[in-house]
T-cell receptor
Framework: EDQVTQSPEALRLQEGESSSLNCSYTVSGLRGLFWYRQDPGKGPEFLFTLYSAGEEKEKERLKATLTKKESFLHITAPKPEDSATYLC????????????FGAGTRLAVHP | EPEVTQTPSHQVTQMGQEVILRCVPISNHLYFYWYRQILGQKVEFLVSFYNNEISEKSEIFDDQFSVERPDGSNFTLKIRSTKLEDSAMYFCASQQGNYGYTFGSGTRLTVV
């Protein structure tokens, strides 16, 4: 069965304290791995898509990387406005375009 | 920036009643989806829709659920006889090609 596991469940950082979120996946065949940000009571907001091992993408303070078994979302010098839940999702081969989500990591950045 | 619009933002309904959740996807997108998120749980896939028909559906999407694209802009999810366990946030999403989905802000459905 295709599975996505995110860790940690929750992370508290001081402003400026860099860290990484992990997304490990077990799938029959990966078509793409997606990172989303979700604010309370809102829909997921698209951040990145990664397609192959070794690929990296960056946006402001965020950088996503992908290996054959996991992806990392690195947050460099976070600010309080980066506080949100970060969701990882995969699209699998033969699964049309549906996304399989992990449970997310709740990030709180304190000044 | 183009948005996916969902209405209403909050719907309260009595158990056994029918509800229709509405979505306006991004105009040039081709793939449409419904997902739900029960409070404190993962976002779960319900159904995907392409070329005016369902392309995939999950086990959750049983006979009480249906989707429709009645015109060129709207995409609806109907729940025929709501149950308490249908209470959740329902998200509509649309996609063009292989890019990331764009999700709407959701409809919070409360069944009482």
């Amino acid at each position: 069965e295709d599975q996505v596991t995110q860790s940690p469940e929750a992370l508290r950082l001081q402003e400026g304290e860099s860290s990484s979120l992990n997304c490990s996946y077990t799938v029959s065949g990966l078509r793409g791995l997606f990172w989303y940000r979700q604010d309370p009571g809102k829909g997921p907001e698209f951040l990145f898509t990664l397609y192959s091992a070794g690929e990296e993408k960056e946006k402001e303070r965020l950088k996503a990387t992908l290996t054959k078994k996991e992806s990392f979302l690195h947050i460099t010098a976070p600010k309080p406005e980066d506080s949100a839940t970060y969701l990882c999702a995969v699209q699998v081969s033969g699964g049309y375009n549906k996304l399989i989500f992990g449970a997310g990591t709740r990030l709180a950045v304190h000044p | 920036e183009p948005e996916v619009t969902q209405t209403p933002s909050h719907q309260v309904t009595q158990m056994g009643q029918e509800v229709i959740l509405r979505c306006v996807p991004i105009s040039n997108h081709l793939y449409f989806y419904w997902y739900r998120q029960i409070l404190g749980q993962k976002v779960e896939f319900l159904v995907s829709f392409y070329n005016n028909e369902i392309s995939e559906k999950s086990e959750i999407f049983d006979d009480q659920f249906s989707v429709e694209r009645p015109d060129g802009s709207n995409f609806t999810l109907k729940i025929r006889s709501t149950k308490l366990e249908d209470s959740a946030m329902y998200f509509c999403a649309s996609q063009q090609g292989n890019y990331g989905y764009t999700f709407g802000s959701g409809t919070r459905l409360t069944v009482v």
